[in-house]
């Protein structure tokens, strides 16, 4: 007899832990829980989430609360009679009254190799470290934050090229994979969780759209990791006469400069800016009002950024 279970997600990355999940022989999703539609986009009209859209168009039940609490909720959730609970980036802290309910627990799937990168922002929190490896963990949920026991883990190295938006999107597919392998067998009995090493953890924070101003006071190296973490969202910008300038793809390469952070030069034909330690080369930029360029073509249009020092170090501000 298939095992009645809830699924709670909301954005894309949740997407194919919930096809995986709905193609399971032994699994009825007897209902979709996802973030209520909200404003989004220029319009600001109201958008559902991508985990609604997708549940919608399989056929299942899909129910929105604004919070899982409250006597009202708790009762709903209750009259589901779900055995099983699975999660991806569902954006709320489950209340030990919710975790409860299910006989088979609650899974979560998480976008990092727990204990590292617990939190809000895993992927961001990999790039931004820079950890060879990502990879994902599907653990049983308990009352803290990423704290509850492994049931399996999978990891992939991390490339050069990644950002967040494409690493995000290579471990929804690996944590769907993961997860349709694990829960037959966590229903069989077949996992015997694995506690997580509390000493080894790391921890990340929500990420805000004002942190995307480029620190020139910092290393290349870590700059370069920012505008891959902060990519596609919130992005990355310095300033330049007064105008943002948006940098969407950067390196870090070495050498030493006699510029100050943030100065203008040209090394080896390319757009370069000097940090602390090395200098950061602009691959891709976009000046306020305009289209998107190559470092190259931003250098033949605007020569006179050579020179220029860009933004300010964020102690200057203060």
Not at 67 to 81: C, F, I, S, V, Y
Request: charged share 20%; net charge neutral.
């Amino acid at each position: 007899m298939p095992t009645n279970t809830i699924f709670m997600g909301t954005p894309d990355f949740a997407v194919p832990s919930l096809e995986a999940l709905a193609a399971l022989p032994d699994i009825e999703i007897v209902c979709v829980i996802t973030q209520p539609d909200r404003r989004a986009g220029r319009g600001k009209a109201l958008r559902p989430s991508a985990v609604k859209q997708r549940a919608q168009a399989l056929g299942f039940a899909v129910w929105t609360p604004e919070r899982l609490r409250g006597d009202e909720a708790l009762a709903t959730l209750h009259d589901l009679e779900a055995a099983l609970f699975v999660v991806a980036a569902y954006g709320e802290i489950l209340r030990p009254a919710v975790l409860a309910m299910p006989r088979y627990g609650a899974l979560n799937v998480h976008a990092s190799l727990l204990p590292r990168q617990r939190g809000a922002s895993p992927v961001a929190g990999v790039l931004l470290a820079g950890d060879a490896q990502a990879g994902v963990t599907i653990m049983q949920m308990d009352e803290g934050m990423d704290t509850g026991p492994i049931l399996t883990q999978r990891a992939i190295a991390v490339r050069a090229d990644h950002t967040r938006g494409t690493l995000t999107a290579a471990l929804a597919l690996l944590g769907a994979e993961l997860l349709a392998e694990t829960v037959p067998r966590w229903l069989a009995g077949a996992i015997k969780p694995t506690p997580q090493e509390g000493a080894a953890a790391t921890y990340t924070r929500l990420i805000r759209k004002s942190e995307g101003e480029l620190d020139w006071s910092e290393s290349a190296e870590q700059l370069a990791r920012t505008v891959r973490a902060f990519d596609p969202w919130p992005g990355t910008f310095t300033t330049w006469e007064g105008k943002r300038l948006k940098i969407l793809a950067a390196q870090a390469v070495g050498g030493r400069s006699a510029l100050p952070p943030g100065g203008v030069a040209v090394r080896q034909g390319e757009l370069a800016v000097a940090t602390s330690d090395g200098w950061l080369r602009l691959d891709r930029l976009q000046l306020a009002g305009k289209g998107e360029q190559t470092g190259a073509a931003f250098l033949n249009g605007y020569p006179q950024i050579v020179g220029a020092r860009l933004g300010m170090a964020k102690s200057e501000h203060e």
